[in-house]
């Protein structure tokens, strides 16, 4: 029997007693590997992405690999190509929305590639378990326990992880799983991740959790906003009436960061500051920085040496003064960060602090 005709189960029994095929590893992957495996179609910060993520993940032929958040199936067409015929990708797409949009795209990549795409929630598939190498695309709250059981003794984890409990918060946390199937933080980075959308579908679905205040424009995008205040009955009410101040009357400013500073590195240090006011908001790209319900500023994403911004100017005065302590600081980013895992009742959620 040969490998395409040889059940998952059978791939599982005897993967173990394979022998890896280094030229094949995910951490020698370069860019352009990854975009001839994609085509033209991808957007160009796929690649770049990708390298990051696979460079931690290390994956090789023969490798059984649980994917959560399968969306245009960018990164599934490539885990594919890595983990070989005698492989096998599970990828779950927990989103209904985005569910089918990989199908154009892996049905014209995989070259035989056996993948599984399936609609469920991102608790994995422990009956295709156990899995060398486990990768989210959705950040989330903590790392499920159901994902250390199903993972391989001597498999790693990457996912982005929110610190704090903000929508579109996640740093990349690389993780390894001990004897007792607890967690340790092996690295904290940052990678922009590839998009979840299908090319030519409207881009900026609101996160998963973590979305306090919503509404849509004109053209019907969703706009959202994130921030611990407005999580009581008269908060939630000022939030969404600073929204509909934002999404009408939105300003977009220079600065404060300046061209060659990295929005990234200015992201993770605000997060572990955990300083009071912290918002998140989206649509297309997000952001981060400060609110109250008079006014919010937040530095785009996309370009850090630009701002978006409504109401009150006290907000740009306050997320101009923290990009200050952050030059202070000497500029730390997420490798700078202190990590570690604490564990809750439904699995563990990341600790970060300044070192």
């Known amino acids: ?24 590893a995910s951490s020698a992957l370069g860019a352009d590997v990854i975009a001839s495996i994609l085509g033209p179609d ?18 090789r032929s023969t490798m059984v690999v649980l994917e959560v958040g399968t969306g245009a199936g960018f990164s599934t067409a490539v885990l594919a190509r890595l983990v070989g015929r005698a492989g096998w990708v599970i990828t779950v797409e927990p989103v209904p929305q985005l569910a089918g949009c990989a199908d154009a795209m892996l049905a014209d990549r995989l070259d035989g590639n056996v993948v599984e795409l399936r609609l469920a929630d991102a608790c994995g598939a422990p009956e295709h ?14 790392v499920p326990r159901a ?19 903000l929508a579109a918060a996640g740093l990349l946390i690389h993780i390894s799983v001990g004897e007792k199937g607890v967690p ?3 690295e904290v980075f940052e990678a922009c991740l590839p998009p979840r959308e299908a ?48 999404i009408r009357n939105r300003e977009h400013v220079a600065g404060p960061l300046g061209a060659d500073e990295s929005v990234a590195d200015f992201r993770a240090w605000l997060l572990a500051t955990g300083a009071e006011g912290i918002t998140t908001c989206g649509t297309e790209p997000w952001g981060i920085g400060w609110s109250d319900p008079e006014g919010v500023a937040v530095v785009d994403s996309s370009c850090g040496a630009r701002s978006l911004a409504a ?7 306050v997320l101009t003064g923290w990009v200050q ?10 490798a700078q960060l202190g990590a570690r895992l604490v564990e809750v009742h439904d699995g563990w959620r990341l600790q970060a602090a300044l070192a």
Do not use: N
Request: glycine share 10%.
């Open 1 to 24: 029997m040969d490998w395409d005709d040889q059940p998952l189960q059978g791939r599982l029994a005897e993967r173990v007693t394979m022998s890896f095929d280094a030229s094949a």
């Open 42 to 59: 991808a957007p160009g910060a796929v690649s770049a992405g990708l390298c990051e993520v696979l460079r931690r993940l290390d994956v």
């Open 129 to 142: 378990g156990p899995f060398d190498r486990i990768v989210g695309w959705y950040p989330m709250r903590v």
């Open 147 to 165: 994902w250390c059981a199903q993972l391989h003794p001597k498999g790693s984890i990457v996912v982005p992880l929110a610190p704090a409990p």
């Open 184 to 186: 340790r933080v092996r």
């Open 199 to 246: 090319p030519g579908r409207v881009r900026g679905a609101p996160p998963q959790w973590g979305v306090d205040v919503l509404d849509y424009d004109e053209s019907a995008r969703p706009w959202w906003l994130s921030s611990a205040w407005m999580r009581t009955p008269d908060g939630y009410q000022a939030g969404r009436g600073l929204l509909h101040c934002l």
């Open 311 to 317: 109401g009150s100017p006290r907000a740009i005065e």
């Open 325 to 334: 302590d952050w030059r202070d600081a000497g500029r730390p980013g997420a």
